[in-house]
């Protein structure tokens, strides 16, 4: 009996010694915690997946036109914002003429009175012009939007067939950019190759925000 209380006694002094001679086991909490591995080196796997959570919480492309008038009055703003069914453009408009009137993409980035300078309609798949034409439509061809009497309208579209990634065919960053215009009457959507809109009343170059 004195020999099994003299070996139970060797064994509780022992086992500090072998508890202090044990690897120190850091709780993952604490891991995490500190920004290190239990081996001291930095926590690759959390950083790559903190930076694979900030693209993915990237904004999505976007742009500003400042529209202008032909004698240079501030008429309003469009922002154009990439989503996946396209771009959707947000318009605020102000002391434009009431009625119909036609609204598209233009090809050239340029608003100079009277804004011939913005040329054709936008038309990187060169079709025809008009919703209901056949072999249409150009991509910057868009329905027609109503200024009511007070002339300020809000109002926002979305154009499927153009593009705020740069790079792409159907990209309104094209080299010469591109220009919003509104014209002095409504778009037939069959005439080639404006719509017999009339005069270009209203124009601002779209810019990358």
Known sequence: M??????????????????????????PAAV??????????????????????AKKS???????????????????????????????????????PPGEHAFHVHAEGKCEPPFTSAGPHFNPAQKKHGKLNPEGHHAGDMDNITIPASGKLTLRVVNKDITLEKDKPNSVFK???????????????????????????????????
């Open 2 to 27: 004195y020999r099994f209380i003299a070996a139970s006694a060797l064994l509780l002094a022992a086992a500090p010694a072998v508890a202090n001679e044990m690897p120190l086991q850091r709780h």
């Open 32 to 53: 995490a915690e500190s920004g290190a591995a239990p081996d001291g080196a930095p926590l690759r796997i959390a950083q790559a997946a903190k930076g694979g959570a």
């Open 58 to 96: 990237a904004a999505p492309p976007s742009a500003t036109a400042a529209l202008k008038s032909a004698d240079g009055k501030d008429v309003g703003s469009v922002t154009l914002t990439q989503t996946r069914d396209g771009v959707r453009l947000s318009l605020a408009l102000k002391d434009l």
């Open 175 to 209: 080299e010469g950019g591109t220009a919003l215009v509104i014209h002095a009457g409504k778009d037939d959507y069959t005439s080639d190759p404006a719509g017999n809109a009339g005069d270009r009343i209203a124009c601002g170059v779209i810019v990358s925000k």
